[in-house]
T-cell receptor, first 113, second 111 residues
Framework: ETGVTQTPRHLVMGMTNKKSLKCEQH?????MYWYKQSAKKPLELMFV???????ENNSVPSRFSPECPNSSHLFLHLHTLQPEDSALYLCASSQTGRNAEAFFGQGTRLTVV | GENVEQHPSTLSVQEGDSAVIKCTYSDSASNYFPWYKQELGKRPQLIID?????GEKKDQRIAVTLNKTAKHFSLHITETQPEDSAVYFCAARGGSYIPTFGRGTSLIVHP
């Protein structure tokens, strides 16, 4: 166990549903990230939260909405998704030091039907 | 911002052979270069990293080299084993704490 926990591990949802992905880290890190990993594509950074800032990839559709209530918890709220949003969603955390390693969660395998 | 290119996208080797994966980066301010291994169905995990003040680092069968002048770094795996089969990602960190990842290399080691 790396200290970054994601729930649920698997999620199947319809295009009209609303669901949320949860990420929790117990490593004392001060930055948390959401990545999207699709088949045959690179890791796509979606959002970053740190003590100083929120960073957003402008190409991420508004049907994805992040929430970071504190430094240990990160959510990704999903609504009216499309089938092409089916992917593995990975959460990661790190310190904001430039040489700090990023730790990943196990991911949530999302299927949109 | 930083741009990281990774090659090849797929690498197939016979067990016992060596494997080399190469990455280039664009931001001369980058000074931390981690490598992650992602086995099928699992999370990416750090396997080795290198900082800009050294040119090479080894850990058993894996090594990473860094050429700051040319802005490229490479992962070397010797005596490959079937359990080395995975997707490998390079990354670079420059002026920001946020890492930029390469596209990944799918390494297949045939027994």
């Amino acid at each position: 166990e790396t200290g970054v926990t994601q729930t649920p591990r698997h999620l199947v949802m319809g295009m009209t549903n609303k669901k949320s992905l949860k990420c929790e880290q117990h490593l004392g890190h001060n930055a948390m990230y959401w990545y999207k990993q699709s088949a045959k594509k690179p890791l796509e950074l979606m959002f970053v939260y740190s003590l100083e800032e929120r960073v957003e990839n402008n190409s991420v559709p508004s049907r994805f909405s992040p929430e970071c209530p504190n430094s240990s918890h990160l959510f990704l709220h999903l609504h009216t998704l499309q089938p092409e949003d089916s992917a593995l969603y990975l959460c990661a955390s790190s310190q904001t030091g430039r040489n700090a390693e990023a730790f990943f969660g196990q991911g949530t395998r999302l299927t949109v039907v | 911002g930083e741009n990281v290119e990774q090659h090849p996208s797929t690498l197939s080797v016979q067990e016992g052979d060596s494997a080399v994966i190469k990455c280039t980066y664009s931001d001369s301010a980058s000074n931390y270069f981690p490598w992650y291994k992602q086995e099928l169905g699992k999370r990416p995990q750090l396997i080795i990293d290198i900082r800009s003040n050294v040119g090479e680092k080894k850990d058993q069968r894996i090594a990473v080299t860094l050429n700051k002048t040319a802005k490229h770094f490479s992962l070397h795996i010797t005596e490959t084993q079937p359990e080395d089969s995975a997707v490998y990602f390079c990354a670079a960190r420059g002026g920001s704490y946020i890492p930029t990842f390469g596209r990944g290399t799918s390494l297949i080691v045939h027994p």
